[in-house]
């Protein structure tokens, strides 16, 4: 594996994680950014000093962000927060990455989800090429394996893809407790943000699987998070899946990416399914059009499982 | 279900008979003998199988046990079965429904079900146990005909958005 200098924008988890594990992956990062703050250093910036620095002082450094977009890199990691509509900033990092015909990888599902469309034109005209394994089931190889089955070979996808959401009907069920209840305890055990709209409102379930439509279309149809139909969590009792439970099944926030469109909303599983995990794990099928279907689970979230997929990107873009 | 083991149900037999007189009655009657309900015949006439036989589909009711006598005297008898066991009609769909079930009038919902959807209610389970203030649960178990669980869940949707009732539908083979 050659190596390659990474530009890191966005230190949250995974962007933290990127810039811990770079190295072991044998990548160098030139520079990190997050959003008041940057350091740059063509050598390779020292990780643990800049981590310590962002965890002591809330900065990376003493450069301005905009100086971690003007390093010398190979491959620009788009790590910033997750964006709606115009997906800014995250898209104008990619698109300058790009038009510097640099590679760029995504963990923010923004500008895939929302921009897909354009973000290729921008890539049809670049040396450079974008991946975002990373958008979508964090750690679980998706992406990567649609893309060697190819998109035509797929007819659908669906699954779990937000583990908060599964989180909280996981413990529902096992409890028999209500949903106020239980998302207490999720944001005591740091499952669940502060603010868990976007989880359990079926938002970020519903920009995986956009993310999926994007790529199974492959050109012959864009999707937003508007062309979603979803549904969330926040009003389901513990009576329905008591219910559920009494009849072998349990009912789990399932996303669904066919031709038609995506939907995301609580359905009814068989409870002894594949699609019925537990805890925080998440699940894809995908339906193949000659090998049957496949079922791909794993963690899909936290820095270092989501890391793992961005330095998986980078390695196949310099290899 | 264990519980619906010994219920009659439909059966469909795409049987493949000989071009020679007689031969839809002899496989027949096994049918009837057997104990079976025979409820349609579609006999392809001018329609070969590549073998040079006639297709024949039969809709069958009786309890499970006894479709399996049924279809090993057919074969018993020389009669070619190409297909059985699979059910066409008496679907299964099981759904919840979510929301104000007791204020909202629960049997006029049910009632609305039966008759807009095209489902017969073979069971309901209730959870409402907070009483009349709180959200309550239902789950209702529907038999529709082979194919139009689509339509029947469009249409129990239909009803429960009037009544601002969700419906918590299965992960079906339709819907993929």
Do not use: W
Request: aromatic letters at 2%; proline letters at 4%.
């Amino acid at each position: 594996m050659s190596g390659a200098r990474l530009a890191v924008l966005g230190a949250g988890a995974v962007g933290r994680s990127v810039v811990e594990l770079a190295e072991e992956y044998g990548h160098t990062v030139t520079a990190v950014a997050d959003s008041s703050s940057a350091v740059v250093d063509p050598d390779g910036v020292d990780a643990e000093a800049v981590l310590q620095r962002k965890s002591d002082e809330g900065v990376v450094g003493d450069d301005d962000p905009d100086d971690a977009l003007g390093a010398a890199y190979d491959v620009l990691v788009e790590a910033t927060p997750t964006t709606l509509g115009d997906a800014e900033p995250g898209f104008s990092h990619v698109k300058q990455g790009l038009e510097r015909d640099k590679h760029v990888v995504l963990a923010n599902k923004g500008p895939v989800a929302e921009r897909y469309g354009e973000l290729r034109e921008l890539e049809a005209d670049s040396e450079g090429k974008i991946r975002f394994e990373a958008t979508v089931g964090g750690a679980i190889p998706i992406l990567s394996t649609i893309e060697d089955f190819g998109p035509t070979h797929i007819t659908a996808a669906r699954g779990v893809l937000n583990g908060t959401a599964n989180f909280i009907l996981s413990r529902m069920a096992a409890e028999g407790l209500d949903y106020e209840h239980v998302l207490a305890e999720a944001q005591d055990l740091g499952v669940a943000e502060a603010d868990p709209t976007f989880d359990v409102e079926g938002i970020d379930a519903a920009l995986k699987f956009v993310i999926l439509s994007n790529v199974l279309a492959d050109g012959d149809q864009e999707f937003t998070l508007e062309d979603a139909t979803v549904d969330g969590i926040t009003d389901i009792p513990g009576t329905a899946l008591d219910l559920a439970a009494e009849d072998g099944r349990t009912i789990r926030l399932i996303g669904e990416s066919t031709p038609e469109g995506v939907n995301v909303g609580p359905r009814l599983v068989p409870a002894d399914g594949p699609l019925s995990v537990t805890g925080t794990l998440n699940i894809v099928q995908l339906e193949t059009t000659h090998a049957g279907r496949l079922n791909i689970s794993g963690r899909g979230a936290g820095g270092p499982e989501t890391a793992t997929a961005v330095l998986s990107d980078v390695s196949r873009l310099v290899d | 279900m264990s519980d619906t083991g010994g219920e009659v149900q439909t059966h469909t037999v795409r049987l493949e008979l000989v071009d020679e007189p007689g031969e839809l009655l002899r496989a027949l009657e096994p049918i009837s003998e057997g104990g079976g309900n025979l409820l349609s015949i579609y006999h392809e006439r001018g329609n070969l199988t590549p073998r040079g036989h006639i297709p024949v589909e039969v809709d069958i009711s009786c309890a499970p046990s006894r479709f399996d006598n049924i279809v090993e005297s057919l074969r018993d008898t020389g009669v070619n079965v190409i297909q059985a066991g699979s059910e066409r009609y008496d679907e299964e769909l099981v759904v919840i429904l979510v929301g104000h079930l007791v204020d909202t009038d629960l049997s006029d919902t049910l009632k609305q079900v039966e008759s807009c959807a095209d489902a017969s209610l073979t069971d309901l389970s209730l959870s409402a146990p907070r009483g009349r203030d709180e959200t309550s649960s239902a789950r209702l178990r529907l038999k529709t005909r082979s194919g139009t669980n689509g339509d029947a869940l469009a249409k129990l949707e239909a009803i429960a958005a009037d009544k601002q009732l969700q419906v918590i539908q299965p992960l079906t083979e339709a819907s993929q």
